[in-house]
């Protein structure tokens, strides 16, 4: 019975004892995110002068999400160097002023760049809009109508 124990006092401690052999894998892991900076949306403009009324001003905000620390510059081509453009009517034209950050303290002319560093998510830019600045006359009558175009440039 000696010999009948031995095999199996053995197969059990073979069994029990812990292993010699170790297995560790590692594996690549990857993402890879695209560059997005972008002006999502700028609003439309329309104004309506009241009688005796002779200029207007208009605050919006432009809306522009780009990826977490992606810096960028916002201008404009529109604008001449005074940071003005024109509307027309078909005959008479309007003198619009750009004017940019909170409540447009900075006129916005065609060689101002607008800063800003993505945040990842939606942020708001501020510009303002005044219609037949320093003008003190009453515009002619009609529907003024015009375009303004924003460029954003991811540095």
Do not use: H
């Amino acid at each position: 019975m000696k010999n009948v124990l031995s095999p199996l006092a053995l197969a059990i401690a073979m069994v029990a004892a812990p292993s010699a052999f170790a297995n560790d894998v590692t594996a690549n892991v990857s993402a890879t995110v695209p560059q997005q900076c972008e002006i999502v949306q700028v609003q439309d403009t329309d104004v309506t002068f009241a009688v005796g009324q002779t200029g207007s001003n208009v605050y919006q905000q432009m809306m522009v999400r780009c990826n977490l620390d992606q810096a960028f510059n916002i201008t404009t081509p529109t604008t001449d160097a005074a940071g003005r453009f024109n509307i027309t009517n078909g005959v008479q034209s309007m003198a619009v002023e750009l004017t940019a950050g909170d409540l447009g303290v900075d006129i916005w002319d065609s060689s101002l760049a607008v800063p800003g560093v993505g945040t990842g998510e939606y942020q708001y830019f501020d510009y303002g809009l005044s219609f037949n600045p320093d003008s003190g006359y009453l515009p002619a009558v009609g529907t003024y109508t015009g375009t303004i175009m924003f460029s954003l440039t991811a540095l």
